[in-house]
């Protein structure tokens, strides 16, 4: 009934001996690995040596999807990047959803595995089993929207879907990012300058024909519930219809809504124009989605003469780290600043925190204006907003302080300005509170590539019914216990956010999106992720061994920054965190310092991990297959 | 009839059930309700009656994105 695991096809790239080569995967092995991010770290330590300098050519670029991509189904089209971060010096890692990815495996590959320096910039096109590194001189330099443009042209086909960096990229701003579709982005990490440090541009890939399934007729059914799915699900439908950015009015109204660099949670002067279902009401232009997605989170916006549709629209987190991050109430330049950063390619979470940061610093008298170069960095300036992004992209005069990150310029800036980063692993906050979320808190502290919210699931769904589609889906991981609350953090707590990322571990290993495929509220369960490997590629398996395929990935992760010499001191919140929230209804609010250390005690107990280093124990590797790391 | 849901006294029709009062505040189905300190599963929203002030807690779950 069911088949052999298939085996991955490789595409080894080494640019700078211009060797190309491609090499299989038995599935034996893939079956441990079975694609993204998991086997991105797999064919990551096969060739990163400890102590490298990420923006050297010894680092590693690992683009990678999974057995099932490009199986038509929703949420089914995410793409990972792996390589060792400039910004947190931890291993990196970020996914992007789009078409690039359906067509990268439509073309026969699992992964891109990029090695070297080119000596000059060039750019990787695939088609089939003609692989060419073609001259980038042309769109070297250029933003993303000119580059495609310049790219479809010079192969004079439509027909490709194209991944790449933008000049933030090239110029190797530390959370530059790599991004397809001018709006997709592999956004976190900082691989944008990995693969500029190579001089690598673009990865292309001409469209082909996704897989067809395993078993047609289960996966047709497992398929065609989505309508019913969605409208049964407000959650999803909601996500559909306001984007990502639906909630943050009700953050804010909560008083858990990062605001003005974290000192405060509440923005009513703000947080109505900037939220989701004002965008759906004013400069919405539609709503665009990913292959074969029914749910159309993505937004499209336009402002005449200010914003180009082409860049998308901002995310949740990105109209926060713009937005209340820098007490800025424009959502015209919130979607501006959204489009800078899509066509420079840089992270929008980090270069919106890393503003905010130098806003703060400049209100608390730390920077002046002859640092800013006579920018008035007061929180709400919006119009410095697109100047700033620019600035840094390009690396000009205050632009290259902050294309460092928040932390790196705080060091350089003073102990005075430390505090005021708010980061962990020196990876800027995304915009979830862990006052608000513990458990959320605890992951952003131990994750292994820095804060992180798409790394385990959110407190609010504990507090749902017993009978609610979130609990009864959350007990078939374990996790039977509800909560009057979410700031409660126990032991049950611990193992909610460790199960959870097991969970989220294994939906960027195979590239699922976290919208569709999850532990609780999303469209589909435990079950329908069982059932999906089982009809969609044949792959006889259970709840149990995917759930051990994500401890095992986040396993090698840990296992990378051992190398690297990171340990439990590094797994830090900032002080913020510990201090009292200003204004609106949690004023005075901290995350409980003494029940957040003793559930990160825990959370290395229950994972497996020495208590002293936080790092996997010899025996936890072995459980989990990692014998061979070991022996490295 | 007055009862207090999330810390404000509010006036509603007599004979309300919890499904109507979350219509009546503008909420979707997908929330956590407490009347008096205790929970109610969802599959009790259709069928429970809400009576002169009872203190009634309406949680939206807020999650990632």
Do not use: F, K, Q
């Given at each position: 009934m069911y088949k052999k695991f298939p085996n991955a096809k490789i595409l080894k790239i080494d640019l700078t001996k211009k060797e190309i080569k491609t090499e299989e995967l038995s599935g034996d092995i893939y079956r441990l690995y079975p694609g993204g991010s998991a086997l991105g770290m797999y064919l990551a330590m096969q060739d990163i040596k400890p102590g490298i300098d990420p923006l050297s050519e010894e680092n590693t670029l690992v683009f990678s999807v999974s057995a099932l991509t490009g199986l038509p189904i929703s949420g089914i089209s995410r793409v990972n990047v792996t390589g060792k971060s400039p910004l947190t010096g931890t291993i990196g890692d970020s996914q992007a959803g789009g078409f690039f990815p359906v067509h990268l495996k439509a073309n026969g590959y699992d992964a891109v595995v990029i090695n070297g320096k080119s000596e000059k910039p060039v750019y990787l096109y695939i088609d089939g089993d003609e692989i060419q590194l073609k001259d980038a001189k042309d769109i070297w330099g250029k933003v993303t929207g000119e580059s495609e443009e310049i790219i479809r042209k010079e192969l004079g086909r439509d027909d490709i879907e194209i991944s790449q960096i933008g000049p933030g990229g090239e110029n190797l701003v530390k959370y530059a990012c790599i991004i397809n579709m001018c709006n997709r982005a592999n956004g976190r990490n900082g691989m944008g300058a990995v693969m500029g440090s190579k001089n690598l541009k673009a990865i292309v890939v001409a469209k082909g024909k996704p897989q067809k399934a395993f078993d047609q007729e289960r996966f047709s059914a497992l398929a065609k519930s989505v309508g019913h799915r969605l409208k049964e699900n407000e959650s999803v439908a909601g996500l559909g219809k306001y984007g990502t950015d639906g909630d943050l009015e009700a953050f804010s109204e909560e008083g858990f809504l990062p605001t003005k660099n974290w000192t405060t949670g509440y923005f009513p002067e703000g947080a109505n124009n900037i939220t989701g279902e004002t965008m759906y009401n004013t400069i919405l232009k539609e709503r665009d989605t990913c292959f074969a997605c029914a749910v159309r989170c993505k937004r499209v916006v336009e402002v005449e003469g200010m914003v180009d549709p082409l860049y998308g629209g901002p995310e949740y987190e990105t109209a926060a780290t713009f937005g209340s991050y820098c007490g800025v109430t424009s959502l015209e330049y919130v979607s501006l600043a959204n489009q800078l950063c899509n066509m420079y390619g840089i992270d929008t979470i980090s270069c919106g925190a890393t503003i905010a940061f130098a806003m703060e610093c400049y209100e608390k008298g730390i920077i002046d204006k002859t640092i800013t170069e006579g920018i008035d960095l007061k929180f709400g300036n919006e119009q410095a907003l697109p100047i700033l992004v620019e600035k840094i992209a390009k690396r000009e005069g205050f632009g290259d302080l902050l294309a460092e990150g928040s932390y790196r310029a705080a060091e350089k800036l003073g102990k005075e300005a430390i505090p005021l980063s708010i980061t962990t692993k020196k990876q800027e906050f995304p915009a979830h509170m862990p006052q608000y979320k513990p458990a959320v808190g605890l992951i952003y502290a131990v994750n292994p590539f820095g804060a992180d919210h798409q790394s385990s699931e959110h407190d609010p769904f504990l507090v749902m019914p017993e009978d609610s589609r979130e609990r009864t889906r959350l007990a078939k991981l374990g996790i039977t216990k509800g909560y009057e609350d979410n700031f409660t953090m126990d032991n049950d707590k611990v193992r909610f956010a460790l199960e959870t990322q097991k969970y989220f571990s294994i939906l960027d290993t195979l590239c699922l999106c976290q919208f569709v495929w999850g532990p609780s509220w999303e469209l589909y369960g435990p079950d329908e992720l069982v059932e999906l490997c089982k009809s969609g590629?044949?792959?006889?398996?259970?709840l149990y061994e995917i759930m051990q395929v994500g401890e095992r990935r986040i396993n090698m992760m840990r296992y990378f920054n051992k190398r690297e010499g990171f340990t439990k001191e590094d797994d830090k919140l900032p002080e913020r965190i510990f201090e009292p929230l200003i204004g609106g209804p949690t004023d005075g609010v901290v995350l409980d310092r003494e029940a957040h250390d003793k559930a990160k005690e825990l959370y290395y107990e229950i994972a497996g991990w020495d208590k002293e280093t936080g790092n996997p124990t010899n025996s936890t590797m072995k459980k989990l297959s990692l014998d061979w790391l070991l022996e490295q | 009839m007055e009862v207090k849901v999330n810390k404000k006294i509010i006036t509603i029709p007599e004979g309300y059930k919890v499904i109507d009062l979350l219509d009546h505040l503008n909420y979707g189905r997908n929330v956590s309700v407490f009347i008096d300190k205790t929970q109610l599963l969802m599959s009790e929203y259709e069928s429970t009656q809400i009576k002169e002030n009872n203190n009634i807690r309406i949680i939206r779950p807020l999650g990632g994105g």
């Open positions: 590629i044949g792959w006889d398996t259970s | -």
